[in-house]
Every structure is written in C-alpha cells, then in structure tokens.
C-alpha cells in the first residue's frame, strides 16, 4: 500500500514523498525501520528519532514546532486520530490474525476482568488468544496503535478477545462512536456488554449518551452474538438495536446465572467456595464470560476449569492483610462505590473502616457523583470514614483541585456522614491500621489516588 492511499483511507493530506508502506502500524518507541507511527501529536524532535529509525511515515492529529515543515519523514495530517487508528487496528487484524475469531467486550464496569476472564478460559482449555488486558497493564483504550502492534507480533492466535472503551476522549474532546468504530474495525462474532453506568463526566452527560456508546458495540455486529447482562435494564434494551444479532443474555432468570454457585443450565459449574472472588461486580463478570464462552462452544468442563483456576486482576476486591481484613478495589464511579461496599458489607469482619481516595483533575461532577453514592451505601452502616487527596503519590494529571475536594465533602456534610479528612495517603492509612483492630475490615477505595496503597501499606507494615 502507498502513502497517499494510506493517507485517504485515513481522511488524511500527505504532505512528504508517496512512497510504498511495508511495515506495521506502531508507536514511535517501538518503530522499526518501514513502520508507520501513529501519535495524536508530534514536534520536531519526533519527526527526528522517526527519521533515524526509519519509518515511512508519521500519521498525527497534531504537528508542533517545526515537525510540518522538516520533511525527513512524510506526515500524514488528520482530522481524528482515532481513524486512523481503527484503521490500523483493521489492517492489521486482516494482515496478521486473518482466520482469528474475535471477541469486543465493553461496558461502564468489569469489562477489564471479563475480557480476561474470558481470554484465560480459552488458555486453560488449550487454545491461543490474543487480549489488550492483562495482569501488568491496561492497553484498552485503542486511541493509539499499541493493540495494533501486538496483533502484528501476536502470531496469528485463534481467539483476539479485544476490550474497547466504552467512552473515549482526547483534550476533552469526545470521540464519538468510539465503541462502534473500534468494533467495527475488528469485525467480532460476538459483543459482550457488562454494562451502562455514569463514568467519565464532561465526555458524557447523560445515561443516555453513555447508552448511545456502548451499544455501539451491538450495532457493529454485521453477524454473530450479542452477550448481555440481564440484570442491567438498559443493557437488555440493545437486544432489538441490531436485526443481524443474535442476543444471549446472562444473570437473574437466565441459562447463565448465580444462585449459591454459578450455574448453566441445571448444571451447578462452580461453587460459592470455588470462585476466586465473590464481590457483587466479581460475579457478575464471571457471568459474562461463561456466557461468552458457551457461545463460542466451549465445553462446560473447560469452562469450569477456568473459572475455577482464574486469578484477578490488580485491585478488584484484592485481599491485601488478612488482620485487620484490608480489601482494595478500584470503585471509581457510583455503580463500582456501591457495589463494592455492598459486597463489603456482605463479607464484613468486625467494624468497618473505609478509605477513600477522591478522583483528581477529574471535575466537580464525578466527584458528587461518587460521594453520593459512598453516602448512601455507607449511611447506618456505622463505618468509619477517611477520606484522602493522595496528594503525597498522585501526578499533576491525578492532583486532587480545591473545588473537587469541596464538592466531595460538602455531600458527606449535606448527608450527615462523618468523616477524617487526610490530605496525604500514607498518613491515611497509617491511621486506619493504627486505629482497626486485628478483627476489622478496612476497605480501600478509589482510582488512580488509591493505586499506591498496596507499596505502601507493605512500607508501613515492614517500619512497624
């Protein structure tokens, strides 16, 4: 393929020579020579290091500096990054895993830990599969070409099980569709949907516009299965968005559901005491990828062993001190805060002591969002509540503002629910271990603000 058909499959100006592309579509850090480099923005020292390794071409949203006028590497200018890497993602799902089956899963919630659950599953039982989520890292948002260069080195697996945002944006800029188009682009058999919750506010307004979103991804199906969550009212309304899908749904009253164990059928697959977490979100993950993975015909023996041999994913309900019982999951948003404490509530030891993280540089509007909800699940629970900037180990882009640490509070005050406020993390949970006895549980919530809490509470514990 040339440069300048590259360019209009892209919606994009050539500016630079039309030279032939024989490489893989990758990040500047991972180039090789004949590459093509998809970055949202590029300067002059870029468009250097891409020169010295090779590449045949920069696609970017975004020239800065001098990086338009050096002509050492052709640029292709574009209008949306995200085009051009769904195409990417395309072309090199075509070129390098033509004959895989392919799987999109996407949601508010817990489509991290299905996807994976989903792809270790296919493992357990003996097949390849490719995923973009795994237990060091999240390469799920598909707004660069990192899943494209896995793909290209991937081997040609049988199964891609690919997670897709289900709201994404850049600069504050939504991009629209995002689900559709990355979907699309994969052309899946199956689209696996957990489900439609407020995240991500200033992308999206509403729940309606969160909707929209994700459905997305059942409206890309051309073919194959819709996996929906039943227990979701919004999630079953995507079964009649797509007349060429067919929808399979899992939870309450379904063929996939949990009563005292996961069951299929009349078959019980996996006991209450087999299951390697029993949060509420946990469960309902699991659903998911039995559901999935029937519908990809796997055998309920392959399937049990899988689940049963799962391990999870880095702070869902992760199990950190057994005295006090630490448990620390990534809540961050108002349906993961209130499932959490519910399932934390439901497994309590002696008191319970919550902290907090607040989400930084995030808004006013998900931090009211989230206080709500930790107001009403923890009111008449009689916890113990700190509440904490992290301001000690978060970045600038993580950095807890003046205004969101005031709308925080001041719904715990219009709530009547009290609480410690503690500007740093380590002293946070100094206190919280300080003060719980062996008996209690202490649950750690939060996004990027509660991410250090496990090196730090193994500090703490190894200066006592």
């Not at 750690?444 to 006592?464: R, T, Y």
């Amino acid at each position: 393929m040339r440069l300048g058909e590259l360019a209009e499959k892209v919606s994009g100006k050539l500016i630079g020579d039309d030279a032939e592309f024989r490489g893989r579509f990758t990040t500047l850090g991972g180039a090789r020579e004949g590459d093509v480099v998809i970055r949202h923005w590029i300067d002059d020292k870029g468009v250097k290091i891409a020169s010295e390794k090779g590449v045949s071409a920069i696609i970017t949203q975004y020239p800065r500096g001098e990086a338009s006028e050096l002509h050492e590497v052709p640029l292709i200018l574009v209008d949306r990054i995200e085009v051009a890497n769904a195409f990417a993602l395309s072309w090199s799902v075509k070129n390098f895993a033509p004959s895989s089956r392919r799987v999109i899963v996407t949601g508010t919630n817990g489509k991290s830990t299905t996807t994976h659950m989903i792809t270790h599953i296919l493992r357990e039982s003996g097949r390849s599969a490719y995923t973009n989520t795994d237990l060091r890292s999240e390469f799920n948002t598909l707004i660069d070409p990192v899943v494209s260069q896995q793909i290209s080195e991937s081997g040609s697996p049988e199964f891609l099980i690919i997670e897709v945002s289900e709201v994404q944006g850049w600069l504050g800029r939504v991009m629209r569709d995002h689900a559709y188009m990355m979907a699309s682009a994969v052309e899946p058999e199956m689209a696996v949907i957990t489900n439609v919750a407020m995240d991500h506010i200033g992308l999206v307004d509403s729940l309606d516009d969160v909707f929209r979103e994700v459905s997305g991804a059942v409206r890309a199906l051309k073919e194959g299965v819709a996996v929906l969550n039943a227990d979701d009212p919004r999630v079953r309304e995507m079964a009649d968005i797509n007349p060429h899908a067919r929808a399979v749904f899992y939870g309450s009253g379904t063929e996939v559901r949990y009563d005292e164990g996961i069951y299929c059928g009349d078959e019980l697959l996996v006991s209450p005491h087999e299951l390697p977490l029993r949060g509420e979100h946990f469960i309902q993950n699991t659903l998911a990828a039995v559901a999935a993975c029937r519908g990809l015909r796997l055998s309920l023996d392959d399937i049990r062993d899988g689940v049963r041999t799962y391990r999870p994913l880095k702070r869902r309900f992760s199990v950190l001190m057994e005295k006090p019982l630490v448990i620390d999951d990534f809540a961050h948003n108002p349906d993961g805060i209130r499932s959490t404490v519910r399932s934390a509530l439901k497994t309590l030891k002696g008191r319970l002591w919550v902290v907090n993280a607040i989400r930084g540089s995030r808004g006013e509007e998900i931090n009211l969002l989230n206080a709500g909800a930790l107001a009403e699940s923890l009111k008449g629970a009689g916890a113990e509540l700190i509440v904490t900037a992290s301001s000690d180990l978060v970045d600038r882009q993580n950095t807890v503002l003046e205004n969101e640490r005031r709308a925080f509070l001041g719904v715990l005050e219009d709530n009547g629910i009290e609480y410690k406020y503690i500007e740093t993390l380590r002293e946070s949970l100094k206190t919280v271990l300080d003060a719980a006895s062996p008996s209690d549980t202490v649950l750690l919530l939060g996004a990027q603000g509660m991410d250090p809490a496990s090196k730090v509470l193994k500090e703490i514990m190894g200066n006592s």
